[in-house]
């Protein structure tokens, strides 16, 4: 991976990528082991909040809670702010399918999700969903939306614009990412200080694991079979 991505804080509205090949002087960031230097930062609309990595467009897109948007950043070195496009209210995270052609957008703000075409930048569709929707990933042929206020994981497929599927998890969820080739998701859930697993062939839980005070985020490392959470004690 050539680049890193991040988002600050929603009140900085700034966009950082890192480069690991990059010269310009900045601390390295060692917490992921490699010898990754500050690139760029880009600024972006009011309440810079989730991002994702299209893959076959080589920039990413940044979800802009205040701003009712989602942003289009080329890749670096330079990162231009390429367009802007409009999404529900709130929108807290975006992630993109396979082919990149599709992302789909969770609208905090009214209990949506919109469907966003790639090239032409317009909205596809709007479908509803559960109470504040959150996190998003891809698996399986569908998104899968969790809903923070409802407790509940939808699955969407974009391509035919429709809720598919739903099943209930752990008090406030949050967070989700898959593991495909398990056939899972995992789920932090905020109030219940837990993960669940979610067997993504059935969209049913198999397990519910501690994972501290306020689980906010998980993600999978990179090439192993592990799952990190990062929950609100630090």
């Given at each position: 991976?050539?680049?890193?991505?991040?988002?600050?804080?929603?009140?900085?509205?700034?966009?950082?990528?890192?480069?690991?090949?990059?010269?310009?002087?900045?601390?390295?960031?060692?917490?992921?082991?490699?010898?990754?230097?500050?690139?760029?930062?880009?600024?972006?609309?009011?309440?810079?909040?989730?991002?994702?990595?299209?893959?076959?467009?080589?920039?990413?897109?940044?979800?802009?809670?205040?701003?009712?948007?989602?942003?289009?950043?080329?890749?670096?070195?330079?990162?231009?702010?390429?367009?802007?496009?409009?999404?529900?209210?709130?929108?807290?995270?975006?992630?993109?399918?396979?082919?990149?052609?599709?992302?789909?957008?969770s609208n905090s703000g009214d209990a949506t999700?919109?469907?966003?075409?790639?090239?032409?930048?317009?909205?596809?569709?709007?479908?509803?969903?559960?109470?504040?929707?959150?996190?998003?990933?891809?698996?399986?042929?569908?998104?899968?939306?969790?809903?923070?206020?409802?407790?509940?994981?939808?699955?969407?497929?974009?391509?035919?614009?429709?809720?598919?599927d739903s099943v209930e998890v752990g008090d406030?969820?949050?967070?989700?990412?898959?593991?495909?080739?398990?056939?899972?998701?995992?789920?932090?859930?905020?109030?219940?200080?837990?993960?669940?697993?979610?067997?993504?062939?059935?969209?049913?839980?198999?397990?519910?694991?501690?994972?501290?005070?306020?689980?906010?985020?998980?993600?999978?490392?990179?090439?192993?079979?592990?799952?990190?959470?990062?929950?609100?004690?630090?």
């Open positions: 991976i050539d680049y890193w991505y991040a988002v600050r804080t929603m009140d900085e509205d700034t966009m950082t990528a890192w480069s690991g090949e990059a010269w310009m002087p900045a601390v390295p960031r060692t917490s992921f082991g490699g010898p990754d230097y500050l690139e760029d930062v880009v600024q972006l609309g009011d309440g810079a909040a989730g991002l994702c990595e299209p893959a076959v467009q080589g920039g990413v897109y940044v979800a802009c809670y205040h701003e009712n948007a989602v942003w289009a950043v080329g890749p670096p070195p330079y990162c231009p702010v390429e367009d802007t496009i409009a999404a529900g209210s709130q929108p807290l995270d975006v992630c993109a399918d396979p082919s990149g052609e599709r992302l789909l957008v999700v919109s469907v966003l075409n790639v090239a032409s930048g317009q909205v596809e569709a709007v479908l509803e969903v559960g109470e504040t929707p959150a996190g998003i990933c891809y698996t399986d042929g569908a998104f899968l939306v969790t809903c923070h206020g409802s407790d509940m994981v939808y699955a969407v497929d974009a391509e035919a614009a429709a809720v598919v406030g969820p949050w967070d989700i990412c898959a593991v495909p080739e398990y056939g899972r998701a995992y789920v932090a859930c905020r109030q219940a200080g837990s993960v669940c697993v979610v067997d993504t062939d059935e969209l049913s839980v198999s397990a519910e694991i501690p994972a501290g005070q306020d689980p906010k985020a998980v993600c999978r490392l990179p090439g192993q079979p592990l799952v990190c959470a990062a929950d609100g004690e630090g």
